[in-house]
């Protein structure tokens, strides 16, 4: 089975841009996390969406947003792009079932850098 | 969820088990223990988890203390690719389950 899939894996961007990152879950997983990591603040969790909702959220500012699809697939965009959003973001798929516990796989991020 | 509190870094000679302790003193009821690792740059992989009893898979095994306060988890023979950064986790068994919330976790080195 197919691990979780992300892309592009490199980003270069200015700042004040805006970018759209892209993940492909496990085959059959509904569930899509994302996580912000970087050297000062470590994995940071962003938000989860499951079934095309977003479920649960983490303490970042409103630039950060994301979408989920029919297809399990999720987007997150950042816009207007600051030096600081230079990071690896990750993106982790689970089954999510309603009785839990499930684990979450992790893809292998793309790393964005805004100069 | 729980804090954690793990080892900043640990040493292990290849071949040799590598115990990596996790203390989670306030760990609640209805919360797991879960323990990922990332190798350099790329995604964290999952390991292996548990609530109470003992756990093995074909990676490593989980020994919990009876307290659930604290736990271990044993790599029975490191290798050089097992140089990474584990974390320990815990979280609740439901609910806001989603979110991981990483610390600082170990990083072991594994040598020749």
């Known amino acids: 089975k197919a691990g979780v899939t992300q892309t592009p894996r490199y980003l270069i961007k200015t700042r004040g841009q805006q970018v759209t990152l892209s993940c492909s879950p496990i085959?059959?997983?509904?569930?899509v996390s994302w996580y912000q990591q970087t050297p000062g603040q470590g994995l940071q969790f962003l938000f989860e969406?499951?079934?095309?909702?977003?479920?649960n959220k983490g303490n970042f500012p409103g630039r950060f947003s994301g979408r989920q699809f029919s297809n399990s697939r999720s987007e997150m965009n950042v816009s207007t792009l600051e030096l600081g959003d230079s990071a690896l973001y990750l993106c982790a798929s689970s089954l999510r079932a309603r009785r839990g516990p499930y684990e979450q796989y992790f893809g292998p991020g793309t790393r964005l850098t805004v100069t | 969820d729980a804090k954690t509190t793990q080892p900043t870094s640990m040493d292990c000679a290849e071949g040799r088990a590598a115990n990596l302790p996790c203390n989670h003193s306030t760990i609640s009821g209805n919360e797991y223990v879960y323990w990922y690792r990332q190798i350099h740059s790329q995604g964290p992989q999952y390991i292996i988890h548990?609530?109470?009893n003992n756990e093995t898979n074909e990676m490593a095994s989980l020994i919990i203390t009876e307290d659930r306060k604290s736990s271990t988890l044993i790599l029975p023979h490191a290798t050089l690719r097992d140089t990474a950064v584990y974390y320990c986790?815990?979280?609740?068994?439901?609910?806001?389950?989603?979110?991981?919330?990483f610390g600082t976790g170990t990083r072991l080195q594994v040598t020749l």
């Open positions: 548990g609530l109470k």
């Open positions: 969406y499951f079934s095309e909702t977003q479920r």
């Open positions: 085959s059959g997983h509904r569930s």
């Open positions: 986790i815990v979280r609740p068994y439901t609910g806001t389950a989603s979110k991981l919330t």
